[in-house]
């Protein structure tokens, strides 16, 4: 099993940033693929941006790529997400999700291990 806890979320303005941290444990040495999903009231939950184990290759959804940045810290079990020039259509639950399949995965049903959320509500 692999825990995930997600922080970071809050309310800000529009054009803010925010920072978004996952924090795993458990058998890590069983993930291998990493990413961001998010779920907006009355809508399905969307891939936002995710990370390969193996080389680091990183892959973003076209409404935010150029805006935000998904990275690791293998010394502290840590992804996270950088969120920058936020708009109030990036107003949803942030879910952290891990696999141990590796590869450009941004299927919700690719991810077997999920966080808990954490909300982000830009204001316009």
């Known amino acids: 099993q692999v825990q995930l806890v997600e922080s970071g979320g809050g309310l800000v303005q529009a054009g803010g940033s925010l920072r978004l941290s996952c924090t795993f444990s458990g058998r890590t040495f069983s993930t291998n693929s990493m990413a961001w999903f998010r779920q907006a009231p009355g809508k399905e939950r969307e891939f936002v941006a995710g990370i390969t184990w193996g080389d680091s290759s990183t892959y973003y959804a076209t409404s935010v790529k150029g805006r935000f940045t998904i990275s690791r810290d293998n010394a502290k079990n840590t992804l996270y997400l950088q969120m920058n020039s936020l708009k109030p259509e990036d107003t949803a639950v942030y879910y952290c999700?891990?696999?141990?399949?590796?590869?450009?995965?941004?299927?919700?049903?690719?991810?077997?291990?999920w966080g808990q959320g954490t909300q982000v509500t830009v204001s316009s």
């Open positions: 999700a891990a696999t141990s399949t590796e590869g450009i995965l941004t299927q919700a049903s690719a991810y077997s291990y």
